[in-house]
């Protein structure tokens, strides 16, 4: 479906372009925050982006989808970003090696809500090159193979940072359930 809106854009009817932005917005917003760390931000990573792929359109060759195209515009404008911003968040690795059981345990009794503000806090509080890789590989779905293709990065690379960032993400949630989500609080 994308090709055909990406031919008629290409053939001079611009408004096809806004098909696509509306089907991929809010997807790249999140890719997008998970690496500004900034809702502002990464709402203008976003634009830089759809302008960018918007303008550089007709280089689309079609060997890979639209989407992994798109997001590889969409990482390396969040990049350039955080590197113009310097606003790069500190990596969080003392006390992150939180206790796996005990963090399940707790994340069970949660809503649908509580879990997705948790995983969001925790995102937020890690390096933004493991919070891409979750971010692409479980809310967006992407296979190993396509998030090395949108980053850039060897399959190698993509599987030690996801492995690395679900440890993280671990030492950070295991401790926020302990306190802020956590009735009981231990």
């Given at each position: 479906m994308d090709?055909?809106?990406?031919?008629?854009?290409?053939?001079?009817?611009?408004e096809?372009f806004?098909f696509?932005?509306r089907?991929?917005?809010?997807?790249?917003?999140?890719v997008?925050?998970?690496?500004?760390k900034?809702?502002?931000e990464?709402?203008?990573v976003?634009?830089?982006a759809f302008?960018?792929a918007y303008?550089?359109?007709?280089s689309?060759?079609?060997d890979?989808?639209?989407?992994?195209w798109?997001?590889k515009?969409l990482?390396?404008?969040?990049f350039?970003?955080v590197?113009?911003?310097?606003?790069a968040p500190s990596l969080?690795?003392?006390?992150?090696?939180?206790?796996i059981?005990?963090?399940?345990?707790?994340?069970l009794?949660?809503?649908e809500e509580?879990k997705?503000?948790l995983v969001r806090?925790?995102?937020?509080r890690m390096?933004?090159?493991?919070?891409?890789?979750?971010q692409l590989?479980?809310?967006?779905g992407?296979?190993?193979?396509?998030?090395?293709?949108i980053t850039?990065?060897s399959e190698?690379?993509?599987?030690?940072?996801?492995?690395?960032?679900?440890?993280h993400l671990l030492g950070?949630?295991?401790?926020?359930?302990?306190t802020?989500f956590?009735p009981?609080r231990?």
């Amino acid at each position: 479906m994308d090709q055909l809106y990406i031919r008629n854009v290409l053939k001079g009817n611009r408004e096809d372009f806004r098909f696509l932005i509306r089907k991929y917005k809010d997807l790249a917003f999140s890719v997008a925050l998970s690496v500004v760390k900034n809702e502002y931000e990464a709402e203008e990573v976003v634009q830089e982006a759809f302008i960018k792929a918007y303008e550089h359109l007709s280089s689309f060759r079609g060997d890979a989808v639209f989407k992994t195209w798109f997001y590889k515009i969409l990482v390396n404008e969040a990049f350039k970003k955080v590197r113009q911003s310097k606003s790069a968040p500190s990596l969080l690795r003392d006390g992150m090696a939180g206790d796996i059981e005990d963090a399940d345990a707790h994340f069970l009794g949660l809503d649908e809500e509580e879990k997705h503000l948790l995983v969001r806090d925790a995102l937020s509080r890690m390096e933004s090159r493991e919070s891409l890789v979750l971010q692409l590989f479980y809310f967006e779905g992407e296979g190993i193979r396509e998030i090395a293709g949108i980053t850039g990065w060897s399959e190698g690379n993509v599987k030690v940072i996801l492995h690395r960032a679900r440890k993280h993400l671990l030492g950070i949630v295991g401790p926020l359930l302990k306190t802020e989500f956590n009735p009981i609080r231990r």
